[in-house]
């Protein structure tokens, strides 16, 4: 079946333009996470979302960026006013649901450059 | 605090001989731990997890894990290495912290396997 998408794959931005990334998850899971992996800091969380409760935005490294999941499917991560050291890699995951057991499976990723 | 460390940054085995990526964890509670495979400009690909029950964990492409409670390690083997295994492996533990239990998944810093010919 089908697996996590993610586009654009690539996405070069000049600092200080916003850009939006897409993730549209497995079908039927209703767990969402965000992670971001750069060279410096590793794989590290961003956001998550769980059916229609709040989602969980500990990770979001400043207020520039932001995520919401419309219709509790497609997921869409925001980063306002870009700069340099948000280029990275940003991974999109879903799960069935949000228990410890369930495995998460990956997005290709979006490739976000800011110059 | 949950955390996970992966000693190596660079495992080298040639192929057709045994290949082992150490990881460490450090949780409270049961750990559940995950390894995930990148290659290259590509997304994580789910190996193989431990929740519960036998400490040798098989997975996906010849790949198994062994959990060891005692040592809080969860090694990641495979019998006889493929050039085609190169890749960047990552070692996880899920966050079970905290009433919000999101389940967010805890990295190590990967390694690097070379498998040469």
């Known amino acids: 079946g089908a697996g996590v998408s993610q586009s654009p794959s690539n996405k070069v931005t000049e600092k200080g333009k916003d850009v939006e990334l897409r993730c549209d998850p497995i079908?039927?899971?209703?767990?969402l996470y965000w992670y971001r992996q750069s060279l410096g800091q590793g794989l590290e969380f961003l956001i998550y979302f769980q059916g229609n409760s709040a989602p969980d935005k500990s990770g979001l490294p400043s207020d520039r960026f932001s995520a919401e999941r419309t219709g509790g499917s497609v997921s869409t991560l925001t980063i306002q006013r870009t700069q340099q050291e948000d280029s990275a890699v940003y991974l999109c995951?879903?799960?069935?649901?949000?228990?410890?057991?369930?495995?998460?499976?990956f997005g290709p990723g979006t490739r976000l450059l800011v110059l | 605090a949950q955390s996970v460390a992966q000693p190596e940054d660079q495992v080298n085995v040639a192929e057709g001989n045994p290949l082992t990526v150490k990881c460490t964890y450090s949780?409270?509670?049961?750990?559940?731990l995950f390894w995930y495979v990148q290659y290259p400009n590509r997304g994580l690909q789910f190996l193989l997890k431990y929740i519960t029950g036998d400490n040798l964990v098989k997975g996906s492409y010849g790949f198994e894990a062994e959990f060891n409670k005692s040592q809080t390690s969860f090694h990641l083997k495979k019998p006889s290495a493929l050039v085609s295994d190169s890749a960047l492996y990552f070692c996880?533990?899920?966050?079970?912290?905290?009433?919000?239990?999101?389940?967010?998944?805890?990295f190590g810093q990967g390694t690097t396997l070379q498998v040469k010919p």
């Open positions: 079908s039927g899971h209703t767990a």
């Open positions: 949780v409270s509670g049961n750990p559940y």
């Open positions: 996880a533990v899920r966050d079970r912290a905290g009433s919000s239990n999101t389940g967010k998944l805890i």
């Open positions: 995951a879903s799960s069935l649901e949000s228990t410890s057991r369930q495995t998460q499976y």
